[in-house]
């Protein structure tokens, strides 16, 4: 008798889109849940973030559309799993700790507004999944990159909740509580009205709502989510 598959037992694999807004804790659910599925944890904002490094190292333009897709045609972006996480490769340079500084985070959200940019990321982004067995996790995986993903969760919390993850993650000083607050609102606004895909829940995606979950409850949700996926 065949057994049926399970969260332990993959017999299929899968495609999983985590959408949700900046703090709301997707990166560390995706990378978690790749790793308990054993599938690749695919990072699309790690590829904006290094498309905006480039950006800030070439002295390129954010309000060039242009000169940033000629920018992002002539890179060399690479995501490896790591047991750690994801390491980010820029034209073959480490660049895994500079794209999580702040002057980064900021200019990754003002190249992806774009969409001729969008539309070059889209298109990498699924020649990578394009197999399955991934978690991709970003702001529009399952409403453009892969609308018929077998799983999509669409990750909110509390603004007041994000602003204070955002920074305990990065370390960061009462002092600059303003100034993160500012510029996570900022974030929210563009990614929420912009022309290209804005950050919007799948119509058929399950909200689920970290404001007053720890990382352990969310995961359980989202393993729960695979497993029935799985047997059906």
Known sequence: MNEKPGIDNPQRKLIVAID??????????????ARKLGYVNLESGAMY?????????QDASFEDEDALL????????RLEPTIGGNRTLLDGRDVSSRIRERD????ASRV???PKVRAWMVARQQEMGAGGGVVMEGRDIGTKV??????????DADPVVREQRRMEQQKLKAEVA??????????DR??????????????????????????DEVLARAEELVKEKLSD
Not at 193 to 214: E, K, Y
């Open 146 to 155: 892969f609308p018929h993903a077998d799983v999509k969760i669409f990750l």
């Open 104 to 107: 980064v985070t900021e200019a």
């Open 178 to 187: 303003a100034s993160v607050a500012a510029e996570l609102r900022e974030r």
């Open 190 to 215: 563009r990614d929420r009205t912009r022309a290209a895909s804005p950050l919007v829940a799948a119509a058929d995606a399950v909200v689920i709502d970290s404001s007053s979950l720890g990382e």
């Open 112 to 114: 992806s507004v774009h």
């Open 20 to 33: 949700g807004p900046a703090g709301a804790g997707k990166s560390t659910i995706a990378w978690r849940l």
């Open 49 to 57: 973030r290094a498309l905006g490094l480039k950006a800030i190292e």
């Open 70 to 77: 000629k920018l992002a045609e002539g890179s060399r972006i």
